[in-house]
């Protein structure tokens, strides 16, 4: 160590400088134990949740809505929330919330099988109808006879 007064190099056990006399300030002896000195206060960001896993989350909030959104007939938001979930939930598998992006994949994958299911379904159902408008029975005006139009 040296003294910070005249610089000499002075042994580390000594109190005072031999050649100024100066006190030493860092002596061993003088020295506050490493238990006393202040921590260190580090500034860091506040503690927030790592994107991925705010990514999984939503994964698996869309997987539930498009799931339920199928249920209740809504087949076009399902479909739409469904693709968007899996495709989340695919980004989000390395984050530490794993679980949530497999289970928001797993909803969205069978919420589009179901999508694709009732589209077929209801395609089918219309294309083999005896009936359009939805219910209403076609007019079949051939049966009719028109007498006030008959030259007869």
């Given at each position: 160590?040296?003294?910070?007064?005249?610089?000499?190099?002075?042994?580390?056990?000594?109190?005072?400088?031999?050649?100024?006399?100066?006190?030493?300030?860092?002596?061993?002896?003088?020295?506050?134990?490493?238990?006393?000195i202040?921590?260190?206060?580090?500034?860091?960001?506040?503690?927030?949740?790592?994107?991925?896993?705010?990514?999984a989350?939503?994964?698996?909030?869309?997987?539930?809505?498009?799931?339920?959104?199928?249920?209740?007939?809504?087949?076009?938001?399902?479909?739409?929330?469904?693709i968007?979930?899996?495709?989340?939930?695919?980004?989000?598998?390395k984050?530490?919330?794993?679980?949530?992006?497999?289970?928001?994949?797993?909803?969205s994958?069978?919420?589009?099988v179901?999508?694709?299911?009732?589209?077929?379904?209801?395609?089918?159902?219309?294309?083999?109808?005896?009936?359009?408008?939805?219910?209403?029975?076609?007019?079949?005006?051939?049966?009719?006879e028109?007498?006030?139009?008959?030259?007869?």
């Open positions: 160590m040296f003294c910070k007064i005249c610089g000499l190099n002075i042994d580390d056990h000594l109190k005072s400088c031999p050649n100024c006399g100066s006190a030493v300030v860092n002596a061993p002896s003088e020295q506050q134990p490493t238990s006393q202040p921590p260190v206060i580090m500034m860091s960001a506040p503690a927030t949740a790592n994107t991925n896993d705010k990514i989350i939503a994964s698996l909030v869309l997987g539930i809505v498009a799931a339920s959104s199928n249920i209740i007939c809504c087949v076009p938001v399902g479909i739409i929330c469904a968007v979930g899996l495709i989340l939930g695919l980004f989000a598998l984050s530490k919330k794993r679980t949530q992006a497999i289970v928001g994949i797993s909803l994958a069978v919420a589009i179901i999508s694709v299911i009732v589209i077929i379904f209801w395609a089918f159902v219309i294309a083999n109808s005896e009936h359009t408008d939805f219910g209403m029975p076609t007019e079949d005006y051939s049966q009719y028109y007498s006030r139009f008959d030259k007869n």
